[in-house]
């Protein structure tokens, strides 16, 4: 097999490459990576993969190209769509073609090892790019490893990047949070936002309709609803978002459902619920799992839900009567991760 694996950093190779040399298969790696920003960050991932390559004897071919331009022109209508707009394409089918033009039969990316990645979506772009030039897909679910490549990649002393790549995302690091301001300006005192609280909810069936907007079966619903704890953040007396926990043993819980009213969304109130629970039941519980979709993965992750437990199949494909839909992503597998709720 000669196989080109297209690589979008040091850190993300770690786990790949070890793993693919288990099969004795020993990749050439491929860079091209014009979405990262800015020139700093781009040459100190692409000089770190450099040296890391050189270390382990795999060659590495750099295709040098800071794409700022190029990029912005192209994301500049949808942002919020760029990553499966250009982002994973353009990278994928440029290597796709390299390898066509010099002789690869195999084609795989360390994309496929991030669990903050549309793992599906990259899987199936692959899948069409395999088809339209004639070269085997050499698909890996690389996440399985996440954790363990991580410590590798600290151990070795490569260069950990704090973001995904691209200006948009250097900006969500310092931005995406929502701050509460008290302050005395000019002579005048800001108001303060009404005081939040948590408050356990006794009159369930009262709230289906909100679950609903993050589980669409009400059958699905009352198999968990009448066991399960159920919580409200609340802003006064308005409902901000709701969370169902489930006990399923003497030390596990599992969260259920967790949904923000539409108006409130995106301003880290799910947040600020979950960390409140978790708070809560470490006194008297070890772990919190998570049955999720793999949009929701990074979302979780950041929550501390750093642990893969397992995969259940086309969950729901036997579970729901209709296509269940996460944004552009047709949901079919429930993805389980679990929180150490002891952890400091």
């Not at 437990?309 to 679990?338: P, Q, R």
């Amino acid at each position: 097999m000669k196989l080109l694996m297209h690589a979008c950093c040091a850190p993300c190779s770690v786990y790949c490459i070890d793993e693919l040399r288990k099969e004795n298969i020993e990749p050439t790696i491929y860079w091209y990576n014009p979405n990262i920003h800015p020139y700093k960050e781009y040459e100190a991932r692409r000089d770190c993969l450099k040296e890391y390559t050189q270390k382990i004897g795999l060659e590495c071919i750099i295709e040098d190209e800071y794409g700022l331009d190029e990029f912005c022109k192209s994301v500049a209508n949808n942002l919020n769509s760029r990553c499966v707009d250009y982002c994973y394409p353009v990278r994928m089918r440029k290597t796709f073609e390299y390898a066509k033009e010099h002789g690869f039969n195999s084609v795989t990316t360390t994309l496929l090892y991030s669990i903050y990645q549309k793992h599906d979506f990259i899987k199936k772009l692959c899948k069409d790019l395999s088809e339209e030039f004639g070269i085997e897909f050499l698909y890996r679910d690389f996440r399985y490893g996440f954790w363990k490549g991580h410590e590798k990649a600290k151990e070795e002393g490569l260069y950990m990047q704090k973001y995904c790549g691209c200006v948009f995302s250097e900006e969500m690091r310092y931005y995406n949070r929502n701050p509460i301001q008290t302050s005395n300006t000019n002579g005048y005192e800001i108001p303060k936002e009404p005081r939040m609280q948590v408050k356990k909810i006794e009159n369930k069936e009262d709230y289906i309709d909100l679950l609903l907007e993050a589980d669409p079966s009400k059958d699905m619903i009352h198999k968990y609803l009448n066991d399960s704890d159920v919580y409200a953040l609340k802003k006064e007396d308005e409902l901000i978002s709701i969370a169902v926990i489930l006990p399923i043993s003497r030390k596990t819980l599992e969260l259920k459902n967790i949904v923000t009213k539409e108006n409130y969304r995106n301003k880290g109130y799910a947040k600020t619920l979950l960390k409140s629970l978790c708070g809560n039941y470490k006194q008297k519980y070890d772990r919190m799992l998570v049955g999720t979709t793999e949009n929701n993965i990074p979302f979780y992750v950041k929550q501390g839900f750093d642990k893969y437990e397992k995969t259940i199949k086309n969950f729901f494909i036997d579970n729901y009567k209709e296509e269940i839909k996460d944004g552009e992503l047709t949901c079919t597998d429930l993805i389980y991760y679990s929180k150490d709720l002891k952890k400091k």
